[in-house]
């Protein structure tokens, strides 16, 4: 691991209130990932705390973040483009406060963990009751 750079401070696993406010007062965050994830926790975690994110254009990391809206795409992903976005980003702090405000704006639209499960039970409820359905006509 490289622990030589000025700006970068390791601080370990955090959860909780630590973890969001590492989140909230970063100035982005990375989520440098190359499996095709279907909807990454860690990025609406950033998101929701004003926090843009800089990760793949893969999976469902597209479909989470807005490119140059509330974060980076990167294409292929590569140490070479990661390093790029993150200079880019880094040093621009005007992109970096339309970002945020972004995250914050879209925070209004997104739905709480238990609205999101309640809605995954009902969806399977409902599916069940519909096979229960079909298998008494059989």
């Known amino acids: 691991m490289c622990t030589d750079i000025e700006n970068v401070e390791y601080v370990g696993f955090k959860t909780g209130k630590d973890l969001e406010s590492l989140i909230a007062k970063a100035k982005f965050s990375v989520y440098p990932s190359i499996w095709y994830e279907n909807c990454p926790l860690s990025i609406l975690e950033s998101e929701s705390l004003g926090t843009p994110v800089i990760t793949a254009k893969n ?80």
């Open 59 to 138: 999976g469902g990391m597209k479909e989470l973040v807005e490119d140059k809206e509330t974060g980076i795409l990167v294409n292929n992903i590569s140490k070479e483009k990661l390093r790029k976005a993150i200079e880019s980003l880094y040093n621009n702090n005007t992109l970096i406060k339309k970002m945020s405000k972004n995250c914050l704006n879209k925070r209004k639209s997104m739905i709480s963990l238990e609205e999101y499960c309640n809605k995954i039970i009902n969806i399977y409820k409902d599916t069940i009751s519909e096979n229960k359905s079909i298998g008494d006509k059989l």
